[in-house]
């Protein structure tokens, strides 16, 4: 995998005068079945999160609330994403490193995952993910 396959993806967005509605199938909108499910929040300002690769796992990254940027490196190349839009999600495959920062007060993160919690499956340090990465 490499940085262009990290893509923004719009979910569906129901408006109705009563307010919005945006849902999310596995294998749909999102190209892998749900194993997991988690958000992050609170996170206090200049500080971040991420800062990993998974070795198998995909992620899907929405900012439900709020915003934030996520950094991607495939050891080559380099992007920042900001999410900021309820209805859109970042697709991170696997072999990615995603680092997420500048929350915004009181943003939600809400991510979905490929894969139950396995601490193996997580490279921590971006000089092994570079060796990982055979770079």
Same mark, same amino acid.
């Given at each position: 995998?490499?940085?262009?396959?990290?893509? #923004?993806?719009?979910?569906p !967005?129901?408006e109705?005068?009563r @307010?919005s509605?945006?849902?999310i199938y596995?294998?749909?909108?999102v190209?892998f079945p749900i !194993? =997991?499910?988690f958000y992050i929040?609170?996170? %206090?300002? $200049?500080?971040? =999160? @991420?800062?990993?690769a998974? !070795?198998?796992?995909?992620q899907?990254i #929405?900012?439900?609330s709020g915003a934030?940027e996520?950094?991607?490196?495939d @050891?080559?190349?380099e =992007?920042v #994403?900001t999410?900021? =839009?309820p209805y859109?999600g970042?697709?991170v %495959?696997?072999? #990615?490193?995603?680092h997420e920062r500048?929350?915004?007060? @009181?943003?939600?993160?809400l991510?979905l995952?490929?894969?139950?919690?396995?601490? $193996?499956?997580?490279i921590?340090?971006?000089?092994?993910?570079?060796k990982?990465?055979g770079l």
């Open positions: 995998m490499n940085i262009n396959d990290c893509k #923004i993806i719009s979910l !967005k129901e109705d005068p @307010g509605l945006t849902y596995e294998n749909v909108q190209p !194993k =997991r499910v929040y609170d996170v %206090p300002a $200049g500080k971040d =999160r @991420g800062a990993h998974h !070795k198998e796992c995909w899907f #929405i900012a439900a934030l996520v950094f991607l490196s @050891g080559k190349e =992007r #994403i999410l900021n =839009r859109q970042l697709l %495959p696997p072999g #990615i490193w995603a500048e929350f915004t007060t @009181g943003a939600l993160c991510v995952a490929s894969h139950d919690y396995d601490e $193996g499956d997580y921590r340090q971006f000089d092994a993910f570079l990982w990465r």
